[in-house]
């Protein structure tokens, strides 16, 4: 199927590559179905591409790149709902982009879940946590003075 997308132009897609959001994502309820789209060549940003709506994209990423001890518990439930196995599952974030690029900020605080094997994702708010949902992307490095 073709795809017109917000960073891509248009895309030949197929639909096995297509992620279902059962119940959308917070604040686009109506917005169910998506792909993800490498973004960069290293491999380290995608787009999540609607594809009902061209101009809704999300810049996403691993959280574990740039915050390797980024954990959560996810709950049994919400794996069974989704009918995915553990092993199987990827987390993106959401990133919104600032100029300069090294402002950014990264969403911890409410994960993307998603089996693209299954065609399933889910974002989930963590609500017990001290993740936020502007973290700086990159997080500050202290110096150790000398």
Partial sequence: ???TTKYHGEQVI???VIITFDE???GFP???KFVLLLLTDDQSFFVLQSVKTPNLAFVVTSP???YPDYEFKLDDEIVESLGVTEEHITVFSIVTAKEPFEESTINLQAPLIMDTKKGKGKQIILNQTNY???TP???KVESKGE
């Fill in 132 to 134: 936020q949902t502007r």
């Fill in 14 to 16: 197929e639909e096995k």
């Fill in 1 to 3: 199927m073709k795809l």
């Fill in 64 to 66: 574990f790149l740039t």
């Fill in 137 to 139: 992307l990159f997080p």
């Fill in 30 to 32: 109506n917005e169910q």
């Fill in 24 to 26: 959308g994502i917070p």
